[in-house]
Every structure is written in structure tokens, then in C-alpha cells.
T-cell receptor, first 112, second 109 residues
Framework: EAQVTQNPRYLITVTGKKLTVTCSQN?????MSWYRQDPGLGLRQIYY???????DKGDVPEGYKVSRKEKRNFPLILESPSPNQTSLYFC???????????FGPGTRLTVT | KNEVEQSPQNLTAQEGEFITINCSYS?????LHWLQQHPGGGIVSLFM?????KKHGRLIATINIQEKHSSLHITASHPRDSAVYIC???????????WGAGTKLIIKP
């Protein structure tokens, strides 16, 4: 089954404790992206990757890191999480923009 | 001014009604997407349009490139259509997506 998987789905952590949210797709997509969704603000892009070893900042990259060492995986790293990073995070992939994106199920992160 | 504006922000209707959600944008685009986000949070792509009209079941999406406007219609609405509908445009300069804020639709039985 074609899908984008994210782990964990739910995470509660404390300020400053490094965490990684994994994202994996099995559709051989070139393009992958991370978004955060906050009430009233809609989806905002954090980082995206056009291909392996090619990543670029989106609209809200501060406080986040990504890597794309393999085509299928695109982990999101929060080196020192802060409460303002409490949000719902989505990973998405597509063959390339502007084509249809496939979304993961989301990761709900709470930073206390 | 937001580059992608959706209207209405919220819409409540009775089962069976014809629903229209609008999306206006101000940038040059290569494509426009409509997506659906259910209360559980998952996001699913419904349509990608670059011109004209597409239909899938009870859903119809149209786009007018000259007027920079798109509409999503739902015929014979059903409570299971209750969701947030999101419009996003892919800019023709770099293909990056600009997202609308979403329209929350509630269909009452």
C-alpha cells in the first residue's frame, strides 16, 4: 500500500530535550516536505527536499533541522524544543511539485 | 493581504444541500489543489487543477485562471462530508505551495 508513515503519532516532551520525528514514504517520491499546523494559521511549511541531499527552508524553519540521506526518509529534528513548537506536524511527499502531495497521519507534539 | 483566500471560513448546512467553497489567489500559478482534512486530522488530496473542471463522485472543482478563482462544489451533501477543506496553489515561479486557511464544513443530518 502506497503510504507516508510518521512516528511517533503523539509525543509529550519537555523543553530542551532533543527529539526526532521520522517520516518515510514507499512511493519513490523525489519531493518531501514537513508542515506544522496550528489553529487559525493553517499549514505552514518548515522544510522541504527536492531530492536526496537537497533540502531547503520553508516558511518557518527556525528551531528545526532535517536531513535527506535516503530517498524514502526525511526526519524532522528538534534540537532544543520549546513550548512554541507545540503543534500538529505533517510530513508529505510527491513525485515533484506541483503534483499531488501524499500526507502522513500527523504527529501531535506537546512541549512543556 | 493573504495570497490565497478561502471563503467562507465556516459553513454549516443541512444534509442534501449543494455546497460551494471558494478560493481566490493573487499569484501566478501552475496548479491549484483542493484537499480535505477530517476531524481525525488526516489530510487527503481531492483535486489538482490547472484549468477547467474536474469531477469525482459528488465533488466538483472548477478553476478560472483569468479571474484567479476556484470553487469546490459538493452535491447532495452528507454528514460524512463534514471536514476542513483546504485550497493550495503551486506558484509558477518555483512550484512551492501557498496554503489557504481552510473552510470548516459541518453538514447536519
Amino acid at each position: 500500500e502506497a503510504q507516508v508513515t510518521q512516528n511517533p503519532r503523539y509525543l509529550i516532551t519537555v523543553t530542551g530535550k532533543k527529539l526526532t520525528v521520522t517520516c518515510s514514504q514507499n512511493m519513490n517520491h523525489e519531493y518531501m516536505s514537513w508542515y506544522r499546523q496550528d489553529p487559525g494559521l493553517g499549514l505552514r511549511q518548515i522544510y522541504y527536499s527536492m531530492n536526496v541531499e537537497v533540502t531547503d527552508k520553508g516558511d518557518v524553519p527556525e528551531g528545526y533541522k532535517v536531513s535527506r540521506k535516503e530517498k524514502r526518509n526525511f526526519p524532522l529534528i528538534l534540537e532544543s524544543p520549546s513550548p512554541n513548537q507545540t503543534s500538529l506536524y505533517f510530513c508529505a511527499s510527491s513525485f515533484s511539485p506541483p503534483y499531488e502531495q501524499y500526507f502522513g497521519p500527523g504527529t501531535r507534539l506537546t512541549v512543556t | 493581504k493573504n495570497e490565497v483566500e478561502q471563503s467562507p471560513q465556516n459553513l454549516t448546512a443541512q444534509e442534501g444541500e449543494f455546497i460551494t467553497i471558494n478560493c481566490s489567489y493573487s499569484v501566478g500559478i501552475s496548479a491549484l489543489h483542493w484537499l480535505q482534512q477530517h476531524p481525525g486530522g488526516g489530510i487527503v488530496s481531492l483535486f489538482m487543477l490547472s484549468s477547467g473542471k474536474k469531477k469525482h463522485g459528488r465533488l466538483i472543482a472548477t478553476i478560472n485562471i483569468q479571474e484567479k478563482h476556484s470553487s469546490l462544489h459538493i452535491t447532495a451533501s452528507h454528514p460524512r462530508d463534514s471536514a476542513v477543506y483546504i485550497c493550495a496553489v503551486a506558484m509558477d515561479s518555483n512550484y512551492q505551495l501557498i496554503w489557504g486557511a481552510g473552510t470548516k464544513l459541518i453538514i447536519k443530518p
